[in-house]
């Protein structure tokens, strides 16, 4: 058939469903696979907890792409949980190791799958994982989730660097969305936080109205396919700007300096890591209490809590921090 040959693994809700619902290609055959399946695409049943779920949809692969002669085969994998929420060695040894398989096993699998079909179509052939902040910072209650995502997203470096190696016909990326509403954020809200002590941030966040609606973070991450990404990209959409119409089409003025104060309320509201956004949040206390007096030194808390938060908007941020404390350094 021509058009486009779209997988995408749990299609059934949430970022998965928002995906498959926003194709930016016509025609394309979308395949959900996942356990329970979404109305109005074909659906691969599988559970990618279980390993014997990965060599049936490995055959799912290996018998559509046998001489597909589309314009564009493509493999998203969104399947994730985070269920068990809690601490390593407190939660239930069973699910513990389902979410271990799912989270770090079944990308790596199935994305291996994905490529060696792919041999046999010359059709141009993408792979996206979505991954997420957690890959890079330290949440407590998501171990296993978090461990996931880096592993996924290191698998995705070296991944795309072999596929460059042999002509780069498979492109391969890896995406962090975002904070975006899903029923996955309705289970964050609902954890206590003696499993996860960062929970209420999470429901300030939603109370506050700044999760990503699916559909909008759905469409930034089909766009990155058509920017020239480097093959084994990983990167976050809070730290770039996309290129269909949407909420993050304008290009952002990174080269603009910040307000310390605007610069620690960005730190708040916008670096992945709880325990940075902790450090902007206990700054803005002190400035509050003490007022303009304590700008320096609460400035130089925050500059050094972030120094590992990396990306554009990370840059300007501590561009300005670093400025406002060196002229403080100056006038003292």
Known sequence: MG???????????????ALARTVPWSPARVVDVSRRGAPGFEHVEADLADPAGWSAVAAVFARELADFRGERAVFVHCAGTLQPIGFAGEVDP??????????????????????????????????VMISSGAARNVYEGWSAYAA????????????????????????????????????MQEQIRAAGAEDFPEVQRFRELAERGELRDPLDAARD????????????AVVDLRDVAATTPGPLAKEKDYSRTL????????????CPSGAVQAAARNALDALKREGAAALPQQAFL??????????????????????????SERKA
């Open 259 to 270: 307000g310390v104060i605007e610069a620690i309320t960005a730190v708040r509201d916008q």
């Open 94 to 127: 069973t699910a513990y190791a389902r979410q271990v398989l799912l989270n770090s096993a079944a990308p790596q699998v199935l994305g291996d799958a994905f490529l060696r079909a792919t041999r046999a179509t010359s059709a141009p052939s993408f792979v």
């Open 148 to 183: 996931g995502k880096a592993a996924m997203d290191h698998w995705v470096r070296t991944a795309g660097a072999e596929q460059e190696r042999r002509g780069g016909r498979v492109r391969i990326l890896a995406v962090a969305p975002g904070i975006v509403e899903t029923p």
């Open 302 to 327: 925050v500059l050094s809590a972030a120094r590992g938060w990396t990306g554009e908007r990370a840059e300007q941020v501590k561009r300005s921090l670093r400025a406002f404390v060196a002229q």
């Open 3 to 17: 058009g486009s040959l779209v997988f995408i693994s749990g299609a059934s809700s949430g970022l998965g469903l």
């Open 221 to 232: 991450v089909w766009s990155l396919l058509e920017r020239g990404l480097p093959n084994g």
